[in-house]
């Protein structure tokens, strides 16, 4: 698989969300299908393996580190914190926005032990701390890569004004968000800021969290136990009217030969070698379906007609408040 550079850290151009493998979606928790499922992604030729402290919370992290024992020089990790409180006397695993830099020490010291790691090769704010000067967290961030910690730095969830705060203190590797024919939010004012600075964009969710393949054709569809049951994209009413976005996947999908899936990280690959796209699952057989993607081409006739298709209906989150726009 072809590599990229995202602000200075070389990937392959697909990587893989390892977050479904311990969290939030229903039918999780083979762990033994989830490494080989991460194992044969690295045998493919992906890369960057994406994770976080609060996916389980925890368990992701060991889940990975397990998963590429005898393998890390082959293995970018990414992985995030801020979204879990390890002030003295909070219960364990407390859910809060927190990125003090005692809090990111500790993150980043939790993290080490749990990926079986002495480094971690990109390391995210998961969400902006409104509480905290991003001056502050990013210059305890460069202190973990003055230590060998670290080795690239990256926000997720960002805002344009708020990444480039961020990256006049230290710089910035890649910006992590949603982004998808699904949710194109990004291109407004965050792609373009990236561009200017050199930072790539890690796209999470590039299927639309399952939408864009087409498996979902009513609410009903989506497990009783799946957080999507309250997404505002996956309500009744909104669903049906979000069926448009996938039947034009389809057809475009239809005429090249591929999958929905495919057309949908293809069309992703084709926005420039500085967004980089890590579809999740907990499948072998869905695993090798996302990255031969990397093998389609799609003509500028069937970009154009999938950029024309009007956005969703609905919210991406059911709150949107810890999103920085």
Same mark, same amino acid.
Request: glycine content about 10%.
């Given at each position: ?5 995202? %602000?200075? !850290? @070389? ?8 977050? %479904? ?9 083979? @762990? ?17 393996? =994406? ?13 990975? %580190? ?23 006397? #909070? ?6 926005? $927190? ?12 993290? !080490?032990?749990? !990926? ?8 995210? *704010? ?49 910006? *992590?968000?949603?982004?998808?024919? /699904? +949710? ?36 009903? $569809?989506?497990?009783? @136990? =799946? ?8 309500? #009744? ?16 999908? =239809? ?6 899936? *495919?057309?949908?990280?293809? /069309?992703?690959?084709? *926005?420039?070698? @500085? ?21 389609? +081409? ?28």
């Amino acid at each position: 698989m072809r590599h990229v550079s995202l %602000g200075g !850290l @070389d990937v392959a151009r697909l990587g893989l969300g390892c977050m %479904g493998m311990s969290a939030f979606y229903a039918g999780h928790g083979d @762990d033994a299908e989830s490494i080989r499922t991460i194992r044969r992604a690295l045998d493919l030729g992906v890369t960057m393996l =994406d994770t976080a402290e609060i996916y389980g919370p925890y368990t992701n992290e060991e889940l990975v %580190g397990r998963a590429v024992a005898g393998e890390r020089d082959r293995v970018v990790i990414a992985t995030k914190f801020g979204q879990l409180s390890h002030r003295p006397g #909070a219960p364990a695993g407390e859910r809060r926005l $927190d990125s003090s830099p005692a809090n990111v020490r500790a993150a980043v010291e939790g993290s !080490l032990r749990r !990926l079986g790691t002495d480094r971690i090769d990109l390391l995210y *704010q998961h969400r902006v701390d409104p509480a905290v000067p991003i001056e502050e967290t990013v210059g305890e961030l460069g202190r973990l890569v003055a230590e060998g910690k670290v080795l690239h730095i990256g926000l997720s969830e960002a805002s344009a004004a708020t990444v480039r705060r961020a990256h006049a203190i230290h710089p910035v590797s890649a910006v *992590q968000t949603e982004y998808s024919l /699904w +949710t194109r939010d990004v291109e407004s004012d965050v792609l373009p800021a990236l561009r200017e600075l050199g930072i790539g964009l890690v796209a999470y969710s590039p299927l639309g969290r399952g939408f864009l393949t087409g498996r979902f054709r009513s609410p009903a $569809d989506v497990p009783p @136990d =799946d957080f999507r049951r309250s997404n505002p994209r996956f309500v #009744a009413g909104n669903f049906e009217r979000n069926l448009r976005i996938v039947d034009e996947v389809r057809a475009v999908a =239809d005429e090249v030969g591929a999958t929905p899936a *495919q057309v949908a990280i293809a /069309w992703l690959l084709a *926005q420039g070698d @500085d967004v980089v796209p890590i579809p999740g699952t907990t499948r072998v057989a869905r695993l090798e379906e996302n990255v031969a993607a990397d093998t389609v +081409t799609l003509s500028a006739d069937q970009i154009d007609r999938l950029a024309a298709v009007a956005p969703p209906e609905g919210d991406r989150y059911l709150d949107m408040s810890t999103i920085d726009r």
